[in-house]
């Protein structure tokens, strides 16, 4: 009988395997020319990179390196995988392969901090394609990136507020003003923000963002205390609207492959509600003025620039 722990190790071995002939295949194809080595390696048997060259260059080790590359059970650090994939020419993706292969949390792709355009054009056009129903994208802290105009009435996103979804859900008055049954959400809601910490233990970007909100929100700081934990997936949310009336959506949160770091989150009415009937009539010029009217007595409510046919607040 194979046992959990069994099927552990073989895993555990296998990725080592993988990591040995992954580093091996990188370093063959890189010429000591392209890596700046004097001479360039011109009487060279073999093509690539020795293994004490490739520590050399990274700045670590030769036996540690060595290790690394036999797949030995050793402690990495991203620093230092960093240093090797740039030795080595890695691309994005590979280093990010890289990274899972030496059993850390990958980084996020490098379009996402090079180039704030890759792929913004498609999701936009797709989320806009989704009115008149609600969607949104959110980074991995929950920070919403981009809004079509149906989430901006039902949520009531606007540009001039921080667009965090944790955030927004305790401190700000137009949004939690929509969320009904909001004390019995709360809780779900941080669970489901530690899990999603888990997924990036040490991430400064998370715990950012907790610090920030624990000060706001004592509500938040006791349930955060529980640490309480709950995987997200397709849920079922109701608001209130101002004009609307009861809204009852299914949440289904998408994850892009080619952007990892975003998720595409779809409100689609529920079956057997009038809440298709409801959304269309609040997106017609007379659901917008009566819902910005609603609004502008709320306390906190700013007017400035909203709404938007469609806001962009990507990073």
Same mark, same amino acid.
Not at 99 to 119: F, K, Q, S, W
Not at 214 to 220: H, K, R
Not at 224 to 233: E, K, L
């Given at each position: =009988?194979?046992?959990?722990?069994?099927?552990?190790?073989?895993?555990?071995?296998?990725?080592?395997?993988?990591?040995?002939? *992954?580093?091996?295949?990188?370093?063959?194809?890189?010429?000591?020319?392209?890596?700046?080595?004097?001479?360039?390696?011109?009487?060279?048997?073999?093509?690539?990179?020795?293994?004490? %060259?490739?520590?050399?260059?990274?700045?670590?080790?030769?036996?540690?390196?060595?290790?690394? %590359?036999?797949?030995?059970?050793?402690?990495?650090?991203?620093?230092?995988?960093?240093?090797?994939?740039?030795?080595?020419?890695?691309?994005?993706?590979?280093?990010?392969?890289?990274?899972?292969?030496?059993?850390?949390?990958?980084?996020?792709?490098?379009?996402? +901090?090079?180039?704030?355009?890759?792929?913004?054009? &498609?999701?936009? #056009?797709?989320?806009? &394609?989704? =009115?008149?129903?609600?969607?949104?994208? =959110?980074?991995?802290?929950?920070?919403?990136?981009?809004?079509?105009?149906?989430?901006?009435? +039902?949520?009531?996103?606007?540009?001039?507020?921080?667009?965090?979804?944790? /955030?927004?859900? *305790?401190?700000?008055?137009?949004?939690?003003? #929509?969320?009904?049954?909001?004390?019995?959400? @709360?809780?779900?809601?941080?669970?489901?923000?530690?899990?999603?910490?888990? %997924?990036?233990?040490?991430? %400064?970007? *998370? !715990?950012? /963002?907790?610090?920030?909100?624990?000060?706001?929100?004592?509500?938040?700081?006791?349930?955060?205390? #529980?640490?309480? +934990?709950?995987?997200?997936?397709?849920?079922?949310?109701?608001?209130?609207?101002?004009?609307? &009336?009861?809204?009852?959506?299914?949440?289904?949160?998408?994850? /892009?492959?080619?952007?990892?770091?975003?998720?595409?989150?779809?409100?689609?009415?529920?079956?057997?509600?009038?809440? @298709?009937?409801?959304?269309?009539?609040?997106?017609?010029? !007379?659901? #917008?003025?009566?819902?910005?009217?609603?609004?502008?007595?709320?306390?906190?409510?700013?007017?400035?620039?909203?709404?938007?046919?469609?806001? /962009?607040?990507?990073?």
């Amino acid at each position: =009988m194979t046992t959990a722990t069994t099927r552990g190790a073989g895993a555990g071995t296998n990725r080592r395997s993988e990591l040995r002939d *992954f580093l091996m295949s990188r370093r063959a194809r890189v010429s000591p020319a392209e890596a700046g080595l004097p001479g360039g390696g011109a009487r060279r048997r073999t093509p690539g990179l020795r293994r004490e %060259e490739v520590a050399v260059l990274a700045g670590v080790g030769a036996s540690w390196y060595q290790w690394l %590359e036999q797949g030995r059970d050793i402690t990495v650090s991203p620093q230092v995988l960093d240093a090797v994939a740039r030795v080595l020419r890695m691309t994005g993706p590979e280093r990010r392969h890289l990274y899972v292969l030496a059993g850390l949390n990958p980084p996020l792709p490098d379009a996402a +901090v090079d180039d704030p355009e890759y792929l913004c054009s &498609g999701v936009l #056009r797709l989320i806009e &394609g989704w =009115m008149p129903h609600p969607a949104h994208v =959110m980074d991995p802290y929950w920070n919403t990136v981009a809004y079509n105009a149906s989430a901006a009435l +039902v949520m009531g996103f606007r540009p001039e507020v921080r667009q965090n979804c944790l /955030i927004s859900f *305790f401190t700000d008055p137009v949004y939690r003003s #929509r969320a009904a049954q909001w004390e019995r959400n @709360a809780h779900s809601v941080v669970a489901q923000y530690r899990a999603a910490c888990s %997924e990036r233990p040490g991430d %400064e970007g *998370f !715990e950012a /963002i907790v610090a920030e909100l624990s000060a706001l929100s004592p509500e938040f700081a006791e349930l955060w205390a #529980r640490n309480d +934990v709950q995987p997200a997936g397709q849920l079922s949310k109701e608001y209130a609207h101002p004009v609307a &009336g009861t809204l009852r959506f299914e949440i289904s949160p998408l994850k /892009i492959p080619a952007r990892p770091d975003l998720t595409i989150v779809l409100h689609n009415p529920v079956p057997g509600t009038d809440t @298709a009937e409801r959304v269309a009539r609040l997106n017609t010029p !007379e659901g #917008r003025e009566r819902t910005r009217a609603a609004d502008r007595s709320l306390p906190g409510y700013a007017m400035a620039c909203w709404p938007r046919p469609l806001s /962009i607040l990507w990073p």
